[in-house]
């Protein structure tokens, strides 16, 4: 016969020999065993003994180790300019975050000087136009780059300007679907049925009334701003917080002359080879005893093959070359960079 504990300890012993499959073994045939001492396995075959092992719960055991890697300290002007320009790209561009729809999430959408806010609503709720906002406040005081292409009516909104004086243009709209249907107002010709319907369609909406000949001018900015303004206020008012935190949305709004370099347009950014060449520091005639680690017809060699890469090349390829140079995109006169 078993020796099996009392009290409660037993009851869960006894349960652990149940869930083992012994309940299925007509008493007769069961093995014999002891479970005097409960902290120790019970004495029975060793298949038992094996599945007792595997379903006994075995306090965990805590790392008290800690280690630390050595290596090469990055420090220096050079390392900001690199993150702040990591950041930014990725907020140019798309953050690779996948909500079930695209392995990269953009922040801005539309075409070029046209970006707005948007309108995904786990975006908003995410709050990561907070966070876009105090990514452009921190990189514009490190003096890294800047968010360039911007809506310029989002930016009025954005420094506390009126949505009714914001200048608003069709290309402003990022989706293209309600971009046409909006288009149809635009002018005077003469609307279809269908378009006429797809116009009220959309209007209705957004509270707005239908079409007529008379309120045919007045619906089309108040859908224009509604599609570029309207949508995107609650993205327009996190980026504000967050420069607000980073303490440049009142340097903004008190220097209107600080606007144009923290909004840069990106046809302003575009890099030329005239413009790349006129900022570089070509390598002088050296002396007869400065001793360097490449003489100064290899460096002559360099810098021609570099001057027709330069004037041969693409305006991509230009900014994908400052890009290495400066960590940003825009080359002015304050920064120069020289071939060593």
């Not at 903004?252 to 990106?266: C, E, K, N, Q, S």
Request: hydrophobic share 40%.
């Amino acid at each position: 016969m078993a020796v099996v504990p009392s009290g409660l300890r037993a009851l869960r012993r006894f349960d652990t020999v149940i869930d083992l499959g012994l309940a299925d073994i007509p008493r007769h045939k069961r093995p014999t065993f002891k479970m005097d001492n409960p902290n120790q396995p019970p004495t029975f075959p060793w298949t038992l003994r094996k599945r007792w092992t595997k379903t006994k719960k075995r306090p965990k055991k805590i790392c008290t180790s800690s280690k630390t890697q050595d290596g090469d300290v990055a420090t220096g002007d050079g390392v900001t300019r690199h993150l702040f320009s990591l950041i930014m790209k990725n907020l140019q561009h798309g953050f690779h975050i996948n909500f079930g729809n695209s392995n990269t999430t953009l922040l801005f959408e539309g075409q070029q000087d046209h970006l707005i806010p948007s309108t995904s609503q786990i975006l908003v709720e995410s709050d990561l136009f907070l966070m876009a906002g105090r990514m452009m406040g921190h990189s514009f005081i490190h003096g890294g780059p800047c968010l360039s292409g911007l809506c310029p009516a989002v930016t009025h909104v954005l420094l506390g300007g009126n949505m009714d004086t914001a200048t608003i243009q069709l290309e402003d709209i990022a989706d293209l679907d309600i971009r046409q249907t909006v288009g149809l107002l635009d002018g005077e010709s003469q609307l279809s049925e269908s378009d006429r319907q797809d116009v009220t369609a959309l209007a209705l909406t957004w509270d707005l009334p239908g079409v007529t000949v008379d309120n045919r001018k007045w619906l089309f900015y108040r859908m224009l701003q509604m599609a570029v303004i309207g949508r995107t206020m609650r993205q327009i008012k996190q980026i504000r917080k967050g420069l607000k935190e980073t303490e440049v949305f009142q340097l903004l709004t008190g220097r209107a002359d600080v606007l144009p370099m923290m909004f840069p347009r990106l046809s302003a950014t575009a890099c030329s080879a005239k413009t790349v060449l006129d900022h570089i520091e070509w390598p002088l005639e050296l002396s007869s005893d400065d001793e360097g680690e490449y003489s100064m017809t290899v460096k002559s060699q360099v810098a021609e093959y570099l001057r027709q890469f330069i004037e041969n090349a693409s305006p991509t390829r230009l900014r994908q070359l400052v890009a290495f140079w400066l960590e940003q995109c825009i080359a002015t006169n304050e920064t120069g960079f020289g071939l060593i």
